[in-house]
């Protein structure tokens, strides 16, 4: 039941007592599925905890945000779907503790969908070593009795069996069905048996080589190549190399001049980051490209400009938006499925690799996309604020599907 009000002031007897709740919620943060995500910990020990306090009316999306994520205080929950996304994450991590090592606890956290008040309630589950005493039913003697016996307890087996056919049909059928978003963007790249090349680029640096103290002279910054990988890449990488793996699905980490036009025929590529530089020939054919000159940052269309630009970006890319572009395609140079994820500067590819990876942000990408949009090439174009020198969940501003 949902506790609004202060612990103890309830008198139904199937409240839940708050030492009860509390050590549940110690056994929750301590499972693997929540041991692995300090954010789902930071969000359910949260919302429990206001919860017991009898402060479950503070509880709204805003709150959550300002006090969970470290929004700002302008934060508008329209415009960042972060709390809304997480919610959904701790759903599923319930689900799954409580379907494996949590069968067993004798308290159950619950979080139901469009609430972020939890409910506690006590489960009933029987010991595992409890007997059940068993009497067989009687069987008749032999003869004709026992004849009519065995034919009458036949028959009475028919509606049993149909009913488990129809059971596993409509668990099949179900599990057919229940493919999730994640299962449809990745399912046409990740059908074959082939690794998957996980491909970063470098960073063109300039390194000062200079004696200290000496007066800096432009000759003195020296290009340093095949040496470094932007941040935001690395954050892109981590996410998509944990995603293959929980999918058991094979690939190999590509860096740089390590990537070539062979590899991508051979089998199906991610590319992360940076389409201006290392894959700028690849993806420059495509109707959204990230164009960066001196005169305009931003995304063209079909190699117009378009609204989604950034402003006087600085010189050190820190800024407080950025876009990116996230393209899934059988291209017709390698012959094979490629995905590519980049953005502007780093916090925009960071944003799309999370994007790409979470199931509730491409449920939310695609709501509203072509009912066949699973088996069509498709570009995503996001736009993603930045608070603090972190990017928020992204938003799709455009998209094109063929």
């Known amino acids: 039941m949902t506790h609004g009000a202060a612990p103890g002031a309830s008198q139904d007897s199937n409240r839940v007592p708050e030492d009860s709740v509390r050590q549940e919620l110690n056994r929750v943060l301590s499972s693997h599925e929540f041991h692995s995500s300090k ?14 306090t009898g402060r479950a009316d503070m509880l709204k999306e805003r709150t959550i945000g300002i006090d969970v994520f470290g929004r700002s205080t302008s934060y508008e929950p329209s415009d960042d779907a972060t709390v809304r996304v997480k919610a959904g994450e701790v759903r ?69 069996a149909i009913l488990a056919i129809a059971a596993i049909g409509w668990w099949l059928a179900r599990g057919r069905s229940s493919a999730t978003a994640l299962d449809q963007f990745w399912s046409p790249v990740l059908n074959g048996s082939a690794p998957v090349s996980l491909c970063a680029a470098y960073v063109p640096v300039y390194g000062l080589n200079r004696a200290a103290g000496d007066p800096t002279r432009s000759e003195d910054f020296v290009l340093l190549t095949d ?90 890319r820190r800024t407080n938006e950025d876009y990116a572009i996230v393209s899934r395609v059988f291209h017709p140079d390698t012959h094979a499925m490629l995905v590519e994820i980049a953005g502007i500067t780093q916090y925009g590819t960071e944003a799309a690799a999370e994007l790409v ?43 094109y599907y063929w």
């Open 357 to 399: 990876t979470n199931q509730d942000l491409l449920a939310e990408a695609f709501h509203g996309a072509p009912a066949d949009w699973r088996k069509k090439n498709l570009q995503l174009v996001l736009h993603v604020k930045v608070i603090a020198g972190t990017p928020s969940s992204p938003k799709v501003v455009g998209a």
């Open 92 to 160: 599923k991590r319930l689900g799954l503790y409580y379907a494996g090592q949590g069968a067993t606890d004798p308290v159950r956290i619950e979080l139901p969908a469009g609430t972020y008040i939890p409910e506690f309630r006590w489960i009933n589950v029987a010991p595992a070593d409890t007997a059940l005493e068993v009497t067989p039913p009687p069987v008749p003697a032999p003869g004709t009795g026992h004849r009519k016996w065995v034919r009458r307890n036949r028959l009475a087996w028919i509606p049993v």
């Open 227 to 316: 040496q470094f990988v932007g941040g935001g890449d690395l954050q892109a990488t981590a996410r998509l190399s944990s995603m293959l793996t929980r999918m058991q699905r094979p690939y190999i980490v590509r860096i740089g001049n390590d990537v070539s036009f062979k590899d991508l025929r051979s089998a199906p590529a991610i590319l992360i980051g940076y389409s201006y530089t290392r894959w700028k020939e690849i993806s420059s054919e495509m109707r959204y490209f990230i164009e960066v000159s001196n005169t305009r940052v931003g995304i063209t269309d079909n190699g117009k400009p378009t609204p989604w630009t950034i402003a006087n970006l600085p010189a050190d």
């Open 39 to 52: 954010r789902s910990q930071d969000f359910i020990r949260y919302v429990v905890e206001h919860t017991l």
